[in-house]
C-alpha cells in the first residue's frame, strides 16, 4: 500500500464530517490493520427538530399510540425509521 495520508485537526465534528464526505477514508486509513470492536453503549447522536403537522393527523397519531401503549413522538420516530429502511432497499 502507498503512503498514507495525515488526517488534518478538525475545529468540530460538522468540519470533520464535510471532511470525510469529500475524501476516501483508504487514502487515511489502513484498513487492513483495522480491528473489530464493540461499543454496546454507545448512543447515536441526536437533533431536535421542529416537525408541523396538521392537528387531525397528529391527533390519529396520538391515538394510534395510545393504543400501542407507547409515546406518539416514539411511534412517529418508528414509522420514519421504516418507512426510510424500506425506501433504501428499493
Given amino acids: 500500500?502507498?503512503?498514507?495520508?495525515?488526517?488534518?485537526?478538525?475545529?468540530?465534528?460538522?468540519?470533520?464530517?464535510?471532511?470525510?464526505?469529500?475524501?476516501?477514508?483508504s487514502d487515511y486509513v489502513d484498513w487492513?490493520?483495522?480491528?473489530s470492536v464493540s461499543l454496546p453503549k454507545l448512543k447515536p447522536s441526536t437533533r431536535t427538530i421542529s416537525l408541523r403537522l396538521p392537528e387531525g393527523l397528529l391527533d390519529g397519531i396520538k391515538i394510534?399510540?395510545?393504543k400501542r401503549?407507547?409515546?406518539?413522538?416514539?411511534?412517529?420516530?418508528?414509522?420514519?425509521?421504516?418507512?426510510?429502511k424500506q425506501s433504501q432497499r428499493r
Fill in 64 to 66: 394510534e399510540a395510545n
Fill in 1 to 25: 500500500m502507498s503512503k498514507l495520508k495525515q488526517i488534518p485537526q478538525f475545529k468540530n465534528e460538522a468540519e470533520e464530517q464535510a471532511f470525510w464526505q469529500q475524501h476516501d477514508s
Fill in 69 to 84: 401503549d407507547m409515546p406518539y413522538q416514539s411511534l412517529i420516530k418508528a414509522w420514519l425509521a421504516d418507512d426510510v
Fill in 32 to 35: 487492513g490493520q483495522a480491528v
